[in-house]
């Protein structure tokens, strides 16, 4: 039997929960969770009426142009959502575009976004959404990506997702970074990496999307991952900085009192992850090499007080495709064969 991976020796556990039921979780209220304690880490809810939204909650506004699957048009902030009306596709939210514009937005064409730091709901876990199919799968990446961020995938194959993720993280597609293949790859200067263990596919990405950053890498073992570390921390935006030796469960930080009392605290170089880790490697390979990839994953990740250059911050969120997966949470499954 395999149980789901978790992170050895952090207090932060993730909640394994399918991207229908993350989508229910934030959007409805009265939402009913099965208890965690007789499924672990597995969250189901049951649909319900769209829940009120808080003043100045992030949101993804859509645009449907009678398109069966409304597309992402643009991020906004709530100014309030006190509509009197109740009725499903007549409620109206007032929210704000980032160019300052208002406008009126039916509520259900917003998609809250839950931002880092945040409890939801009460529940300070972090989350593994695990989807079916790639195009929920590249929805969710691009929903749940919030400005100023970094992203990171793991089986990039020809490198869409990434790309796609960098745009909707303010890249520039006429020059705001550096070219996939170039030797200013090495440059802390990206937001998005995307790495395959495929040679072939690594190439038509950095063919067909200069912009972002991918390597070639095998994200089954802990030394593959050593690399992918060392590859975002070089690389990706904000990777290294200074800051305290001490740690919380999510940051490295510093109070302002050990400051002022304990100048003679060592300093270090915080070493940060991506925030948003997205793994779609379950094309061809069976479950057990998706858990073996999330286990070396939340192993890198660990926390060493020795030596922090042997690991990095947990991501806020990770983004999974495996239907295997899937389809053991919808069963309500924690436990499960591993053939």
């Avoid at 207090?11 to 993350?22: C, F, G, P």
């Amino acid at each position: 039997m395999t149980i789901l991976p978790q992170p050895p020796s952090c207090k932060s556990q993730y909640t394994y929960i399918t991207d229908e039921n993350y989508l229910r979780f934030i959007q409805y209220q009265d939402t009913e969770c099965i208890d965690h304690k007789a499924i672990g880490n597995v969250v189901c809810t049951s649909n319900r009426r769209l829940r009120r939204l808080q003043n100045h909650t992030l949101v993804w506004v859509l645009k449907s142009k009678g398109k069966k699957s409304p597309e992402l048009f643009l991020r906004a902030r709530v100014i309030h959502d006190n509509d009197a009306i109740e009725e499903e596709g007549k409620r109206r939210v007032l929210v704000r575009y980032p160019k300052g514009s208002t406008y009126h937005v039916r509520r259900d064409m917003l998609i809250p976004v839950t931002e880092s730091g945040e409890k939801l709901h009460g529940n300070g876990r972090r989350f593994v959404i695990v989807c079916r199919e790639t195009p929920q799968y590249r929805r969710a990446c691009c929903v749940n990506i919030l400005p100023d961020e970094t992203f990171l995938e793991v089986g990039c194959a020809f490198g869409n997702t990434v790309d796609r993720v960098r745009r909707c993280l303010g890249g520039d597609d006429e020059g705001g970074g550096a070219a996939g293949g170039g030797e200013s790859n090495d440059s802390a200067s990206h937001t998005a990496i995307g790495v395959d263990k495929s040679e072939e596919s690594i190439g038509i990405a950095r063919s067909r999307y200069p912009l972002s950053l991918f390597s070639e890498e095998d994200a089954l073992s802990p030394e593959g991952w050593d690399k992918i570390r060392k590859l975002c921390h070089k690389a990706l935006k904000g990777g290294t900085r200074d800051t305290g030796y001490l740690r919380n469960d999510t940051e490295y930080h510093i109070s302002e009192n050990q400051k002022s009392s304990e100048k003679d605290i060592p300093q270090h170089k915080q070493k940060n992850g991506p925030d948003l880790v997205a793994i779609d490697i379950n094309g061809t390979r069976k479950l057990p090499a998706v858990l073996r990839c999330l286990e070396c994953m939340f192993d890198t990740c660990q926390e060493n007080e020795e030596s922090y250059d042997l690991t990095w911050k947990l991501p806020r969120l990770v983004i999974v495709k495996a239907r295997s997966l899937h389809s053991n949470l919808i069963m309500g499954i924690e436990n499960f064969p591993n053939d």
